[in-house]
């Protein structure tokens, strides 16, 4: 098995392409935080994050479609984290494992109706055809939360390389939201859901 790494944007982040797919076809791209899975969050059903969390200083994995993001933490460097990283990618997927057992417990998403709707799907739309492979590129994902009808603010979540990287706000402003804004008059601004 070839695993090939590229660099994001984000220098905490490294991207892993194992040559295979990494979230079934249908399943939503995946963030799991060291913090959530220590304070009682549990992974049972991400095999493979347990496993790169066994490794010290790994942080935060994403698993996109066909790719694998970890973000280190502040005090490691990669020359020292990357083969574990590595390693830990290949023996696993050598020895069988699926990402992901079962799709876990999924939140409630808001309901939107009638013209709202239709805005909302435009939203998701241009989101899901133009932004999120371009993110995709980089390491991450960008989500949609939600849509503030009075307000007209669309509210987006960065995930993977994306998420804490320095150039994360530039892509929402610049080019997000102006992509939003002009393809669908009703937004007024783009901002950063946590």
Known sequence: MFIQTQDTPNPATLKFLPGREVM???LPPMEVDRGAILSGGGADHLPLAGVLFSIPNIERVFFGADFI???RSANADWPHLKPAVLGAIMDFYIGGGDTITDNGAQGEEEVYEGEILEIVNQIKELID???RPAVAQDGGDILFKRFDVES???FLQ???????CPSSSMTLKSGVENLLKHYVPEVTRVEEAF
Do not use: L
Request: aromatic fraction near 0%; proline fraction near 0%.
């Open 24 to 26: 079934a076809e249908g």
């Open 69 to 71: 993001s970890v973000t």
């Open 129 to 131: 055809t133009r932004v």
């Open 152 to 154: 007209g603010a669309v």
């Open 158 to 164: 960065m995930k993977g390389a994306c998420a804490g």
